[in-house]
């Protein structure tokens, strides 16, 4: 069967639903950052610092406004990928590299489970890019708010959680865990 008409098929059958655990998480990580951008928005002096040295001294300030929009901009770059890649996977098959894709994309119930797989990677990976947005901006405020006007090294340390789920959910991506290997309740097409 060609590509498109594949591509199709695919579209027609209904949707894998996502992981509730995966939509928790991402819901959980959205709700923390919109959380920290208000608290943001309410407490932030009018200048602060927002570059900080590994010993939580700041090296550069910034305004507000353009901090926040800056904010929202990049929460929205993190948020969109999630949402809208994994349409391409049954839009244009072609142009997604994964492990097995070829086998991946030869049958529609198999392309439509392709894209829950991707799907639920990109709001992983979304959730944990935001997590590390949530975590800066708490010590870039906590730095703005403090006498000291330092970040606390506790956050540059917490830091290293969503990073290592970043780094997790890459490696479960490109192949780690077999996420992406042939699974038999789809052989038949």
């Given at each position: 069967m060609a590509p498109n008409l594949i591509a199709d098929e695919a579209r027609r059958l209904p949707p894998e639903p996502t992981s509730r655990w995966i939509l928790a998480t991402f819901a959980g990580a959205a709700v923390v950052w919109a959380a920290v951008f208000c608290w943001q928005v309410v407490v932030l002096p009018d200048t602060f610092a927002i570059r900080f040295d590994f010993s939580g001294e700041p090296t550069s300030r910034w305004d507000k406004w353009p901090a926040q929009i800056l904010s929202a901009v990049l929460a929205a770059v993190m948020v969109a990928p999630a949402l809208l890649i994994s349409r391409v996977v049954l839009r244009a098959p072609n142009l997604v590299s994964a492990p097995?894709?070829?086998?991946?994309?030869?049958?529609?119930?198999?392309?439509?489970?392709?894209?829950?797989?991707?799907?639920?990677?990109?709001?992983?990976?979304?959730?944990?890019?935001?997590?590390?947005?949530?975590?800066?901006?708490?010590?870039?405020?906590?730095?703005?708010?403090?006498?000291?006007?330092?970040?606390?090294?506790?956050?540059?340390?917490?830091?290293?959680?969503?990073?290592?789920?970043?780094?997790?959910?890459?490696?479960?991506?490109?192949?780690?865990?077999?996420?992406?290997?042939?699974?038999?309740?789809?052989?038949?097409?």
């Open positions: 097995n894709s070829p086998w991946w994309t030869a049958a529609p119930g198999r392309l439509r489970r392709f894209e829950r797989l991707i799907r639920e990677d990109l709001y992983l990976l979304a959730a944990a890019a935001l997590l590390l947005l949530a975590l800066g901006e708490t010590g870039i405020t906590i730095a703005a708010t403090s006498e000291s006007g330092g970040m606390p090294v506790v956050i540059l340390v917490a830091m290293i959680v969503p990073m290592a789920g970043l780094v997790a959910v890459v490696v479960r991506m490109v192949g780690g865990g077999g996420r992406y290997d042939r699974q038999p309740d789809l052989d038949d097409g």
